[in-house]
């Protein structure tokens, strides 16, 4: 049996019809990441560990106490801190660390305990690679080597979620987390013809979650269709009265609208009634015409659903990227200052003096590109710079919400592609990182606005890689993205494409 | 020569009582083992998240409204970016651009004068761990440094003042009457040797006239009211001298160093560090209702100004009774209780024994008003049989002594009457019982009585203490003074 092709809704069916259990099915995941452990997809994998929670959910189900994800394997991003599994947010800072804790989203989403009893008792198969510390959009920054993509190991999985998206697209875990900062999640699933959504900011909690840009960081699920995030995100979305800016608990099932119409009023075409925004601004220059073919290609089967077609405008869209590459470093230079070589972490083995020991562990510990976000985040936070970069930035990131504003009123949804080109070489873009962050150009003002956007595969290029569209929603509208994604695949089959070489 | 004025602007750093820290849930008591009271936030490992305690904002707003401040609508919480060991997180989260408290005034009295200070602002922020430098050796016996974590965290309300201090003195009053307010309303411990109040002293000197003020010094951390006092005088010396001898003032944070009684070079302007502020994307904007504003003005004990001029125009108090009475909420509360008991026209008496008696056996035994280690019945009970003539107020004395020197030594409480009875302490009412010791003094001491015929009224008060004594003080003062002198006149 195939269990990695599976949705979750099948593994589910198959684990309540005794077909297979929980045990058995970690056993086969544990086998594929061990045969496929070349795709660098994973950080830390503890068999035994995941085969004892895979007994407690067998437990739970025979004790009839399971959900609806009881016993579903899964991989976490290694951003999310974990008690069992080592947690170094693919840094060399935090090699070999353990948090005495679990993320609220890992905790939420696994074996329930006396803290968490409502957890929706899935089984954790390990920590997924990524960029350091979520800075990168290739997952070449990792500390630990870049996870390759499944549609050719030369290319990059994108990032900085890229172990997630490689694990679900290679079949080594039926769905993954992630976090989007910039694009995080959408990008390394548009590179790996995955569906991945970045819920709206404050959704899911960050408590757990190691920081990279406070304000614009959401975590969200990577998985092979929309009905899966929309199960997984449903589990994920909980308040959490440890993270100040969690939202109130909606009790929200981001399924329900999946396999309804559009609008009650046309229920013959699903998406009768949907206005879908199409920026000018996300189809000009930069954009491979693969991708914008296959986009177009897109709206026009969205069309055939009953779905209007729009232009709106997107005016600052280019002012996305300096706002971003202001604001998150800004944020993070001082959201990595805790690693100090003082309480965990690495730490220089000689030293002079306090001083030295701060500069050498941090030199030592932290990559290039972390550095340099450091950097640019103390440059443009520094006294009688900070109103020119920072507050000025600030100012524009209003203007972008703004704009978003103002297309919807005219659209329910925006279209447009999530990347300007599909999945490129290894080490292409790495000499250049203003080239790399280029590439971020479509994803960033979802993030900063704090809106809802989900990539979907939506074709292919011509060298055989998939492409992402991007679905962006009004806040608190991830079900309504979800509903398009998931009547979108009911009629293309890109989402059920998988890489050769992969059995 | 040139005359000098002082001025002074004070930020203090007062603790607030909470239970827990201001962005955690861990333990804010004093003086546990180092570092059992740092939880994964306070130890900023990765991935945690500050959440705000509503409790310290509650002690914030109820300054702010005993001040007469503005309570900020909307304040925000910043991050102060610096690397030190002893802060987890390497950004310390305070208030910087909008505080939660504007504005107030605080009323003190020096030599007689009153002076309204004027202050800034006061805002919320979280303190540091502290460092251990001394004593400390690392696990091969070498010198080192330690880091207790156990600060970390706790909720520090910073009030500062417009620099409107003219002396050291004035900034002592102060300070004082700061502690005084917020040990009053129950949002500071005020426990100066555990760090729950402490002052940085901004202090310059300007000829006198001149508008622009000098180049000022911050002298950090004074947590004594005479380290504060010492510390700005050296201070003021320190400066006026520089500037006559041809110098000028650096401006510089300075260290107090109180062996010495001297200020010390801490660290120079140019040295001072960039914080690289910015609002702290993990709060939200602190958003404070009037409706929540209301709740806890509606909570407010009187403010002791308001008891005072209440005391006074009432029961007509002198101002410095009222002082005393007012100076920390128990004494207060005794007060009001006893009056209550008493009745509004004994109101005095009270005041009396509280100013005296018992301020000066809580001196003696080394407590505080709220320490009080006798009943508040017994004194009731005391003061009254005092008042109705029971006793004689020299005998009230020495009952309070005993019953006082017994609740020390933990002595189960005698009733107040039963002491009286017991020891037969009554005030000897009977005119004929006190005729009969009037008369037997006055056979035994016909020196005195011939001392005082002829003129010498001196020899009246030794009569007066020979009935005294031979009564064993209860005789009542004033009949006998009336009997003794119509008999001598008589006689």
């Known amino acids: 049996m195939n269990w990695q092709h599976q949705t979750l809704q099948s593994l589910s069916k198959s684990l309540i019809n005794k077909e297979i259990s929980s045990l058995e099915l970690c056993e086969f995941f544990l086998e594929r990441m061990t045969r496929h452990q070349h795709l660098n997809a994973y950080l830390d994998v503890l068999p ?33 801190v974990t008690k069992e599994w080592v947690t170094t947010a693919a840094s060399k800072m935090l090699a070999g660390y353990k948090s005495p804790f679990n993320a609220t989203v890992v905790a939420a989403l696994g074996i329930p305990d006396d803290d968490q009893p409502q957890a929706a008792g899935m089984v954790c198969l390990g920590k997924t690679n990524m960029d350091e510390f979520a800075m990168g959009s290739s997952n070449e920054n990792s500390a630990f080597g870049p996870a390759l993509n499944p549609w050719d190991i030369r290319r990059v999985s994108g990032g900085s979620s890229g172990g997630s998206a490689v694990a679900v697209a290679a079949g080594l875990a039926p769905i993954a987390t992630g976090t989007d900062t910039g694009g995080s999640i959408r990008q390394p699933a548009a590179f790996c013809g995955l569906t991945g959504i970045k819920p709206t900011y404050g959704r899911v909690s960050r408590y757990g979650m190691i920081a990279y840009a406070s304000s614009l960081d959401q975590a969200g699920p990577i998985g092979k269709t929309a009905e899966d995030c929309a199960l997984l995100l449903s589990a994920m979305a909980i308040h959490d009265p440890r993270d100040s800016t969690s939202l109130a608990d909606s009790g929200e ?100 003096d306090l001083m030295e020991m701060y500069q050498r562990s941090r030199s030592e510990g932290f990559g290039a590109e972390v550095k340099r976000r450091i950097l640019i985040g103390s440059y443009v936070l520094s006294h009688g710079y900070y109103d020119a970069y920072y507050l000025q930035a600030q100012k524009i990131r209003r203007i972008i919400a703004a704009d978003f504003a103002q297309a919807f009123t005219q659209c329910d949804v ?16 790495t000499k250049d990182p203003l080239q790399m962050y280029l590439e971020d150009i479509y994803t960033l003002s979802a993030n900063l606005a704090g809106l809802p956007a989900m990539s979907a595969p939506c074709g292919f290029s011509g060298d055989g890689l998939p492409i992402g569209m991007q679905l962006i929603g009004n806040y608190f509208s991830e079900a309504r993205l979800l509903q398009v994604a998931h009547q979108y695949q009911q009629v293309s089959d890109w989402h059920l494409r998988r890489p050769e070489g992969m059995a | ?171 002592v009053a102060y300070a004082k009457a700061l502690h005084s307010l917020v040990v009053w309303l129950g949002v500071c411990d005020g426990n100066m040797q555990e760090g729950s109040f402490r002052c940085d002293a901004n202090v310059s000197v300007r000829p006198m006239g001149q508008t622009e003020f000098g180049t000022r010094c911050e002298i ?55 914080y690289r502020y910015f609002p702290d994307p993990d709060l939200l904007p602190l958003v404070i209702h009037s409706d929540w504003i209301e709740e806890i003005r509606a909570g407010m004990p009187a403010l002791p100004a308001t008891l005072r001029s209440q005391w006074q125009s009432e029961y007509g108090l002198s101002p410095y009774d009222s002082q005393i009475l007012s100076q920390d909420r128990a004494t207060a509360d005794l007060f009001m209780e006893l009056v209550r008991r008493l009745g509004a026209k004994h109101a005095k008496t009270v005041a009396n024994f509280i100013a005296g008696d018992l301020a000066s056996s809580l001196n003696r035994s080394n407590l505080s008003a709220h320490e009080l280690p006798i009943d508040i019945a017994q004194i009731e009970t005391l003061l009254n049989r005092s008042l109705d003539g029971t006793i004689s107020n020299k005998i009230a004395k020495e ?45 035994a001491n016909t020196k005195s009585v011939e001392e005082f015929k002829s003129g010498k009224e001196k020899a009246f008060n030794a009569l007066i203490g020979q009935v005294m004594k031979a009564s064993q003080g209860k005789a009542n003062p004033q009949q006998l003074n009336e009997l003794l002198r119509k008999k001598l006149q008589s006689g």
Not at chain 2, 239 to 244: A, D, G, M, T, V
Request: hydrophobic residues 40%; aromatic residues 8%; proline residues 6%.
């Open chain 1, 48 to 80: 035994d560990q995941t085969r004892e929670q895979a007994i407690r959910a067998d437990q739970l189900r025979s004790q009839g106490l399971a959900g609806p994800l009881t016993g579903i394997p899964i991989a976490h991003k290694d951003v999310f």
């Open chain 1, 253 to 352: 099932d981001y399924g329900r609208f999946l396999n309804q119409p559009w609008s009650e009023a046309d229920v013959k075409k699903p998406l009768a009634g949907l206005r879908i925004g199409l920026p000018k601004e996300f189809f000009a220059e930069g954009l491979a015409h693969d991708v914008a073919q296959a986009v177009l290609a897109a709206k026009e089967q969205l069309q055939a659903l009953g779905a209007f077609i729009t232009e709106v405008s997107l005016p600052k869209t280019q002012l996305s990227i300096p706002v971003y590459y202001v604001l998150a470093p800004a944020e993070a230079s001082s959201n990595l200052s805790r690693y100090d070589g003082v309480r965990y972490g690495h730490r220089a083995s000689n030293y002079f």
């Open chain 1, 414 to 429: 925006i279209l447009g592609p999530v990347a300007p080109d599909v999945a490129w070489g290894l080490g292409d873009k």
């Open chain 2, 1 to 171: 020569m040139m005359k000098w004025e002082v001025v002074i602007g004070l930020e203090t750093h007062t603790q607030l009582l909470t239970q827990s820290k201001i962005f955690s849930g861990a333990s804010t008591q004093f003086g546990a083992q180092p570092n059992t009271q740092a939880c994964a936030v306070d130890l900023a490992l990765p991935g945690v998240l500050p959440v705000l305690n509503r409790q310290a904002v509650e002690h914030a707003i109820r300054f702010g409204l005993a001040i007469g401040a503005q309570i900020s609508p909307r304040s925000i919480f910043a991050r102060k970016n610096y690397f030190y060991p002893d802060l987890p997180k390497g950004y310390q989260i305070s208030q910087y651009e909008i505080p939660v408290v504007v504005g107030g005034q605080i009323e003190i009295v020096v030599d007689g004068q009153t002076k309204v200070v004027e202050l800034t602002r006061a805002h919320l922020e979280e303190d540091a761990g502290k460092s251990v430098h001394e004593n400390f050796t690392g696990p091969h016996g070498e010198p080192a440094s330690g880091i207790d974590l156990n600060r970390a965290g706790t909720p520090l309300l910073e009030i500062v003042t417009e620099p409107v201090m003219r002396s050291a003195a004035e900034a």
């Open chain 2, 220 to 274: 950090k951390n004074l947590n004594s009211f005479r380290f504060l006092e010492e510390a700005i005088q050296y201070e003021v010396r320190r400066q006026i001298e520089l500037i006559e001898d041809g110098g000028t003032v650096v401006q510089e944070t300075r260290l107090y160093d109180p062996d010495l009684q001297e200020t010390r070079s801490m660290r120079s302007k140019e040295d001072a560090q960039d």
């Open chain 2, 399 to 443: 009952i309070f002594i005993l019953i006082w020197e017994g609740a020390l030594v933990n002595k189960p409480a005698i009733p107040i009457d039963e002491i009286i009875e017991q020891r037969g302490l009554k005030q000897i009412t009977d005119i004929g019982a006190l005729e009969a010791l009037v008369d037997g003094v006055l056979r």
